[in-house]
């Protein structure tokens, strides 16, 4: 039984690089009393994304930073539990940005989907059916056209997004290298999410492995990490590569801007493309990824694993915990 | 009146970096006879472009270096003056790859075009009609996709592919912004191209002068130096910014590759594009370039510069000159 409060996650202070634990402080407030044609979402399960880092920078973004002192900013998954509006009555699933705290009154144009996917569990509709799988999904193959038979190139392959890119690299014929840190992670892009290759970029011999994982060339590079992960993968573009810039992941700050190997060249040479994309300026993809990504979840094409931290209280450290690699899986906490 | 012999400009030994006259040796051998269903081609006009340095080096590049030893590949106007082919009379005006060398015995597959603009003078087929036109318009048009009301910055902007880059942007309704060495060159970006505005990279004040030209950011910059240049004005990218990467002349050498900013934050962050091209992978642009380019010409609507050498003996430093910045507009061997 929840107690009748609603607790929220405040950003306390501007990090430095990493979000840390001490950068939130968790309050207690009243629970709130949705106004008229508002809704009130009773949040079941809160995302956590490499992404945040950027949200709460004060480095230019694709968003606005949040607030100091101000609900931290996170997809959540829950239940409409109290409704004046006719069109989303309570019970209705919902996602949206709903911030890390137990409850939230929105405008219903602040929703951003009623769940359909009934059958599967509600937290898909925040890892391989919410926002991670639909950024695979449009970034490869909008950005990445991927054809039958060419290689792709994936870094955080063992992540929520890095592991659909894969299994969807791989559903279109294509042979697929995951870099992941760590022996395990290696070992879990290998059998749950079918690479046909994968490296560790903790190894001494990474340079060598992604040479040897290459050896046929690159095609399609879906970088969620930057920094000296990608300085190799680039090395061994083939002609008409497609490099994706979904996250820079392994580069601690951006201010200063860190430098690395220019890249300039190497795409003239190779006649490649470099491509960022943020998500949510394709919302118009949404629907049409969401239907492909449960096809393919429920037909035992696609697997996910998530990582799932109990309890409100575990929200602080969770951002700073996806950056120690300490995750496997898509990281979720569940209230 | 020629002497009845080819004089050839060779490649003597392969160049660390940009190409000297001391990297060439010229020969003199005897005039090539055409064999079955052949041509002879007497070139009238050699080019002279910065991407030669690229030709001739050892490093990874889009085509085969040239052969120590052979004659130097080079783009070259000239007219039929023996011919074993009844599709190609003597007389014919032709432009290909024929090299630094008075005549060229070759197939008639090797023709690249042949000229049909007679209107205009034989040497635009090597410069605005040419490859550094057909360069421009592929890039600014394909890649760029600019919009009118949009910025569209250009490097090397009084040179052949820059000047057209910015005329043609201007024709679009873009606003275009030009960078080139020295005041000589600025001012001829604004009083011969039409550029709104021109900056000069030597000046101390460059980083400054750029921010204050671009001051409602960077929709397409169109790049043919890279380094500390392009490093500007990657700065003030707009969100969805087109970055075309032609040419990489400002940096001395990529062996081994030199470091510069990292690109994919901002890269992500504005959504940007960035790609290479190389025109020979789009020889089936070229003459819808060339019809509208020569229709632009006509019309006044484009003007373009040449610096013509004259004589074989200039061949072998034109390279080295050019990146000494020491042209203005199009560099051409008249023989």
Same mark, same amino acid.
């Given at each position: ?18 979000? $840390? ?13 949705? #106004?008229?044609?508002? &809704?009130? &979402? ?61 409850? %939230? ?9 009623? !769940? ?14 919410? +926002?991670? #799988? ?17 290689? &792709? &190139?994936?870094?955080? %392959? ?50 060598? $492995? ?18 000296? !992960? ?14 994706? !810039? ?39 993809? /949404? ?13 035992? $094409? +696609?697997? /996910? ?9 575990? %929200? ?11 995750? $496997?899986?898509?990281?979720? +906490?569940?209230?």
């Amino acid at each position: 039984m929840r107690p009748p409060v609603n607790r929220q996650v405040l950003l306390a202070r501007r990090p430095e690089g990493i979000p $840390q634990a001490s950068d939130f402080t968790i309050v207690e407030t009243a629970v709130p009393i949705p #106004g008229p044609a508002q &809704v009130r &979402v009773r949040n079941v399960f809160l995302s956590v994304e490499p992404a945040m880092r950027g949200w709460v920078s004060a480095v230019a973004n694709y968003s606005e930073p949040v607030a100091l002192g101000a609900v931290m900013r996170s997809f959540t998954a829950g239940v409409i539990d109290a409704s004046n509006h006719p069109d989303f009555p309570v019970g209705t699933q919902v996602t949206g940005l709903f911030g890390w705290q137990d409850y %939230a009154v929105v405008e219903v144009t602040a929703i951003e989907q009623v !769940i359909e996917a009934q059958d599967l569990p509600i937290s898909t509709a925040l890892g391989v059916l919410g +926002i991670n #799988g639909v950024t695979a999904h449009y970034g490869l193959l909008e950005i990445g056209k991927p054809r039958a038979g060419q290689t &792709v &190139v994936v870094s955080t %392959a063992a992540g929520s997004v890095g592991s659909c890119v894969g299994q969807i690299a791989k559903l279109k014929g294509c042979r697929t290298v995951g870099i992941a840190g760590g022996q395990n992670k290696v070992q879990q892009c290998l059998d749950s999410f079918g690479f046909d290759a994968a490296v560790d970029y903790k190894s001494p011999e990474f340079a060598a $492995q992604i040479a040897a994982a290459c050896a046929g060339g690159v095609d399609v590079y879906f970088d969620n990490t930057s920094g000296a !992960i990608s300085d190799e993968v680039m090395k061994h573009l083939n002609v008409g590569a497609r490099v994706i !810039i979904c996250g820079t992941a392994s580069v601690a700050s951006w201010n200063p801007t860190p430098m690395g190997p220019r890249v300039e060249r190497q795409l003239l040479v190779k006649r490649a493309l470099m491509q960022g994309f943020v998500i949510f300026d394709h919302a118009d993809h /949404y629907q049409l990824a969401r239907r492909e990504l449960g096809q393919w979840v429920r037909a035992g $094409q +696609i697997h /996910y694993v998530e990582d799932v931290l109990d309890g409100i209280e575990s %929200a602080p450290d969770a951002i700073a915990g996806l950056y120690r690699g300490e995750n $496997q899986g898509k990281r979720l +906490i569940r209230l």
